[in-house]
């Protein structure tokens, strides 16, 4: 069964915040055109995680990662994130959900970071 990963942000009163966000998700699915790539939102713009798993369950897929554009893991991803995806796991039957690490914790990330700042 396919797999979807939702491309977690938190979300932003300005709209041009979203920007790199969409620019990620896009170059992503471009890349790889088999895979199924939904950018969604924690809270402020939709569409939301939870409508968007919801969506995806009713077309039949069960198969979730969620890969958080995080800089680190903070009350969100150690609190938020964990009791939403439990209220869906017992809302929606035998769907599967693996949630990655922050984005920002990446080895790879980090030492872009360091580039782009030296």
């Known amino acids: 069964m396919p797999e979807v990963q939702f491309l977690l942000a938190h979300g932003s009163r300005n709209p ?3 920007r790199p966000f969409e620019v990620i ?4 699915q471009a890349a790889q055109p088999q895979r199924r790539i939904m950018l969604c ?3 402020m713009w939709a569409p939301s995680l939870d409508d968007a798993i919801r969506k995806t369950y ?9 890969s958080p554009i995080f800089w680190s893991s903070g009350r969100h991803l150690q609190e938020d994130l964990p009791a939403l ?10 769907c599967e959900i693996v949630i990655d690490d922050p984005l920002g914790e990446s080895e790879l990330i980090i030492c872009a970071a360091l580039q782009a700042l030296q």
């Open 58 to 66: 009713t077309a039949g897929l069960r198969q979730y990662r969620i």
């Open 16 to 18: 041009q915040w979203r």
């Open 85 to 94: 995806v439990a209220q869906l796991q017992a809302e929606l039957p035998g």
């Open 25 to 28: 998700a896009a170059r992503l």
């Open 41 to 43: 939102y924690l809270e």
